[in-house]
């Protein structure tokens, strides 16, 4: 990992054709590239001799490296300089990942600390191509020399998708490239939670897939799942591929289905429902009801003065369990708060009159009364049952998405076309958020956003502590870390790693008598904890669950995170935010829904050395109060946002 004094230049050339800029990465023209790589072998081999004359005096050429094509990623490969003679080596198994990388000559200057990157290009042509095993799959591994020198790595092609689809059987196609014909392929089914699978030998070509009902049926690890569907080539035991299949002349809507089997069998009855992904990947979603739940969904009464809220199944921690305290205490509504059982934070309130368990006969009940859901994410977490038309009375409720933030970064999947039955509300925290965000991207009318403020901001408190005892380290995921060991290599972790063992941070918390606490996302969470296991950090970790997210955000008064949006909540306190975006450009690589200055409010550090002066800066202030101008995030800044969305649900009501 480069040093975080150390400067980082990508030399460009600049050329104007009339009134254009034209803007172009420099070179260093080599004579030759020459790559190899041994039978069974991971690593390759790379020789070239770049001549003195090329270089400047002051500086020399100390390493070669690989750069991602968005130039967001930088790798340094183990060098040998020798006089114009340079040997490298590229251990494949190490890439954070297999896109397409250029090859760069990293050139120092000791005297200014400054690291130059320079492309390489090869007036020979470079001749390698060549299958090779990373983490038991197969890669075609390739090098171009134009227009500058180019590692191209992908998957062997494999052509497959669903032709066509009915209750009883799936027809596929199935053509990989003839690298895998040495190996067994299957159709897989497997369950979500549990990853069991149930799988059927096929072959090449186009073949009749007969859905195995009973056999899914015994994969199911509770009442209500999904079962993804994947083409899985397997060495022996060993899975050297594992693909999603495509069914791309399907419609994609997140409550609706393509198939529909009901199963009747025992005194349940169980349905199948094949579904799509925002991909287009199939997948069955599945529920199962007793006799008795489902007399009870269908002699149910909707009945208007009847709300169900939730959030995450799993969670009571957001603006769905605050939405749920103050009916309880401000109103005659009978709310209901549904939570698995089993969830951490199930404890916490399992004592409080309308908290029902997930799938519990009280859940019933409810789900088959209620008239208004309320969830901060899709509907199917507060349902025992399939969210999509003809399921009891489903398409006669109201539907309102409380959310779990203020939109405005990443891209979210919540597009009005994405649903049959669309959120009938939507609540927001600004008229900019509304404007910009759900009307503009998302394609809802007005008349359907309400700008309210979300209810979790009622129990922040406005006026920040005097002093400065807490800092809170908050990051955010990565979502192209998909493997541990994609973790384990990647710039996020290390970076993070970094930072908690920074000598820097450290002599500040002891300067300034600072407490510095850190609380990785959920998904980070059992990473880091091993990592920091066996460091001497002076920095705590907290574990998940071991307080909310809104109590850990209360109790401190500095706020370090990169994207996540709980700087909303903690900008709504007045409280100073610090933001570290060392990889901003990948983070917002599929583009960002409002520019950077109307949705980061506060100091962004771009590396490490520049994170720990913000730090210090801040703490040489000695106060935790940080005034900045709110009104692009939110409209009102005060502790009745439960009563505003109160009041809109219940005019949308009269509207309907």
């Given at each position: 990992m480069q040093s975080p004094s150390t400067t980082q230049y990508l030399m460009l050339n600049y050329y104007w054709m009339g009134q254009r800029l034209t803007v172009q990465p420099?070179?260093?023209?080599?004579?030759?590239?020459?790559?190899?790589?041994?039978?069974?072998?991971?690593?390759?081999?790379?020789?070239?001799?770049?001549?003195?004359?090329?270089?400047?005096?002051?500086?020399?050429?100390?390493?070669?490296?690989?750069?991602?094509?968005?130039?967001?990623?930088?790798?340094?490969?183990?060098?040998?300089?020798?006089?114009?003679?340079?040997?490298?080596?590229?251990?494949?198994?190490?890439?954070?990942?297999?896109?397409?990388?250029?090859?760069?000559?990293?050139?120092?200057?000791?005297?200014?600390?400054?690291?130059?990157?320079?492309?390489?290009?090869?007036?020979?042509?470079?001749?390698?191509?060549?299958?090779?095993?990373?983490?038991?799959?197969?890669?075609?591994?390739?090098?171009?020399?134009?227009p500058s020198v180019t590692f191209v790595a992908k998957k062997p092609k494999v052509k497959m998708g669903v032709n066509a689809v009915s209750p009883e059987q799936l027809n596929i196609f199935y053509q990989p490239h003839s690298i895998y014909d040495r190996y067994q392929s299957y159709f897989t089914f497997e369950e979500r939670a549990s990853q069991q699978r149930y799988e059927i030998p096929i072959t090449r070509g186009e073949q009749d897939i007969t859905i195995p009902y009973n056999e899914l049926e015994t994969l199911k690890s509770s009442p209500k799942n999904i079962i993804d569907i994947f083409i899985t080539i397997y060495d022996g035991e060993t899975i050297i591929r594992k693909d999603k299949i495509k069914f791309k002349l399907g419609d994609y809507k997140k409550d609706n289905y393509l198939t529909y089997k009901a199963l009747e069998r025992e005194g349940k009855r169980a349905y199948y429902m094949l579904t799509l992904t925002p991909f287009k990947n199939i997948k069955f979603e599945s529920f199962e009801l007793t006799d008795a739940q489902y007399h009870t969904l269908t002699t149910g009464v909707k009945d208007p003065n009847v709300w169900l809220i939730g959030e995450r199944t799993d969670t009571a921690q957001d603006n769905g369990i605050q939405l749920f305290y103050w009916l309880k205490q401000h109103t005659d509504i009978e709310a209901y708060y549904v939570i698995d059982a089993e969830a951490k934070d199930y404890a916490h309130i399992k004592h409080l009159e309308g908290v029902v368990p997930f799938g519990s006969a009280s859940h019933f009940e409810v789900a088959a009364r209620a008239k208004v859901l309320v969830s901060t994410h899709d509907l199917e977490n507060i349902l025992p049952y399939k969210t999509a038309r003809g399921f009891f009375g489903y398409e006669d409720c109201v539907r309102i998405f409380l959310q779990h933030g203020v939109m405005g970064r990443k891209y979210v999947e919540y597009d009005k076309a994405n649903y049959d039955l669309p959120f009938h509300l939507v609540h927001v925290s600004s008229q900019a958020e509304k404007d910009d965000v759900v009307i503009d991207r998302l394609g809802y009318a007005s008349e359907d956003v309400a700008v309210t403020g979300l209810p979790r901001f009622d129990r922040l408190p406005l006026e920040p502590a005097d002093d400065i005892t807490k800092i809170l380290i908050m990051p955010t995921w990565r979502d192209w870390l998909n493997s541990d060991y994609a973790f384990s290599h990647s710039d996020y972790l290390n970076n993070y790693l970094s930072l908690l063992n920074d000598p820097d941070l450290a002599a500040l918390s002891e300067k300034y008598h600072v407490e510095i606490n850190f609380y990785p996302h959920y998904r980070a969470q059992a990473f880091f904890k091993e990592y920091l296991a066996e460091s001497e950090s002076l920095v705590n970790y907290v574990e998940l669950g071991e307080q909310t997210v809104q109590s850990l955000l209360i109790d401190h008064d500095i706020l370090i995170t990169d994207y996540s949006s709980v700087s909303f909540d903690f900008s709504y306190m007045h409280k100073p935010v610090l933001f570290y975006h060392f990889d901003v450009e990948r983070f917002f690589r599929k583009g960002i829904l409002r520019p950077v200055e109307e949705t980061f409010i506060g100091k962004i550090a771009y590396n490490q050395k520049g994170l720990i002066n913000q730090i210090e800066s801040v703490l040489k202030q000695q106060k935790a109060r940080e005034d900045q101008p709110l009104d692009l995030i939110f409209d009102q800044v005060d502790h009745h946002n439960c009563e505003r969305v109160y009041e809109a649900i219940c005019y949308k009501l009269k509207q309907l």
């Open positions: 420099q070179h260093i023209e080599v004579s030759y590239v020459n790559v190899t790589t041994m039978v069974n072998e991971t690593s390759l081999h790379l020789n070239t001799e770049v001549e003195v004359s090329e270089t400047e005096a002051d500086q020399r050429l100390v390493h070669l490296a690989l750069v991602n094509s968005d130039m967001s990623v930088i790798q340094t490969l183990p060098t040998t300089v020798t006089g114009a003679f340079i040997h490298s080596q590229l251990d494949v198994e190490t890439l954070e990942d297999l896109t397409n990388k250029k090859l760069v000559a990293v050139f120092e200057n000791p005297s200014t600390e400054t690291n130059i990157y320079v492309m390489l290009k090869s007036r020979q042509r470079i001749n390698f191509k060549a299958c090779m095993r990373v983490q038991d799959e197969i890669y075609e591994l390739t090098v171009k020399k134009s």
